[in-house]
């Protein structure tokens, strides 16, 4: 390792559970019949990136063709610091593969701990065997695959990093210590405790400046995917990523449902960093459009020096505020 021990390593801190970062997610593959015809073209399979602030990781399954067991479980590491260039992660990993029919005879796969890093592999990944052929596969009365799909969920704890700095961040497992600030939400398979002070932050009743938020437990039924936790990042001030499991618009749609318009307002920001770079921007205008921000909607049309019929045929029309429309017919007008 040598210059590499030199660089910033960050520990466990016992006095606080998984201080840098528990990912927990599941992932619902679809068309498992097309991924097994297909795999020689595709073998692998994967979810969306989960974010937490400086660590990424993502999993799904991979069928290399030609082996006798061709179903392996895959998990993959990513570091989204922008200048660091060496870096290594150390995580305990567990894969749970989800029985449809008898959630008791879920299999886990523990890979204890294990390290990631970009410079003895391309793609820092681990991969996990496991003991299922491509015949029961193709069986839809398997246990472990049902209508055609297959349920593949992680638990990832990280337990130190090298080379960069990863900030401590919330674990929601974790009630906070005075039960009045506890806001929970019981998933069908897990409890996620949100800090009631820090939702109020967001939301103020006006014109008398008191506290609103006060909801009764938060009934979820189905399994966590770990899209709430990314949008509680959010509230409580971590940076918003545009690619993230949850995706911008799930995140604004949370913000929307607990009426925190501070989340909305700093997602815009992230959209309007997104539009600084050339490409297609329909996605990300129309998010301003559906969500009322202003400032994407205003970036967008003064970027524009002249607007065609085509640069509004495809606007959501039906979700547009007056004030957003009054301001793009000025526009139009003006140029």
């Given amino acids: 390792m040598g210059a590499k021990q030199s660089q910033e390593r960050k520990s466990y801190l016992d006095d606080y559970p998984n201080p840098l970062g ?73 894969f749970i593969l989800h029985d449809l029919n008898d959630v008791q005879n879920s299999v886990e796969y523990h890979c204890g701990d294990v390290w990631f890093d970009n410079y003895t592999h391309e793609k820092p990944v681990i991969y996990q065997d496991t003991n299922i052929s491509l015949d029961s596969l193709l069986n839809d009365s398997f246990g472990y695959v049902k209508d055609n799909m297959m349920r593949v969920g992680t638990d990832i704890r990280v337990l130190e990093v090298e080379g960069f700095h990863q900030p401590t961040v919330v674990n929601y497992r974790v009630p906070p210590v005075d039960p009045f600030y506890k806001q929970l939400c019981k998933f069908s398979d897990e409890e996620i405790y949100i800090n009631k002070a820090v939702m109020n932050t967001h939301s103020i009743l006006k014109p008398y400046d008191l506290p609103i938020r006060d909801f009764l437990d938060l009934e979820i039924p189905k399994p966590s ?29 949370s913000a929307k449902l607990f009426k925190m318009r501070s989340v909305a307002q700093r997602a815009a920001q992230t959209i309007i960093h997104d539009l600084k770079y050339p490409k297609g921007l329909k996605q990300e205008i129309n998010l301003g459009i559906e969500f009322d921000m202003r400032r994407v909607v205003h970036f967008w049309l003064n970027k524009k020096e002249s607007i065609s019929k085509e640069d509004l045929r495809d606007l959501n029309i039906e979700k547009m505020s007056g004030e957003t429309m009054k301001t793009i017919v000025k526009r139009v007008l003006k140029l």
Wanted: glycine fraction near 6%; charge should be neutral.
């Fill in 22 to 94: 528990h990912f927990t997610s599941i992932y619902n593959i679809e068309n498992i019949s097309s991924i097994v015809a297909n795999r020689h073209q595709n073998s692998l399979t994967t979810a969306k990136w989960f974010v937490k602030m400086n660590i990424h990781f993502t999993h799904g399954i991979w069928m290399p063709e030609g082996m006798e067991d061709p179903l392996f479980l895959v998990v993959y590491c990513g570091v989204v610091c922008p200048k660091v260039k060496d870096w290594r992660v150390k995580a305990n990993v567990k």
């Fill in 225 to 253: 995917t770990g899209t709430l936790e990314e949008f509680l990042d959010c509230a409580y001030g971590y940076p918003i990523q545009m690619d993230t499991r949850a995706g911008i618009r799930d995140i604004l749609r």
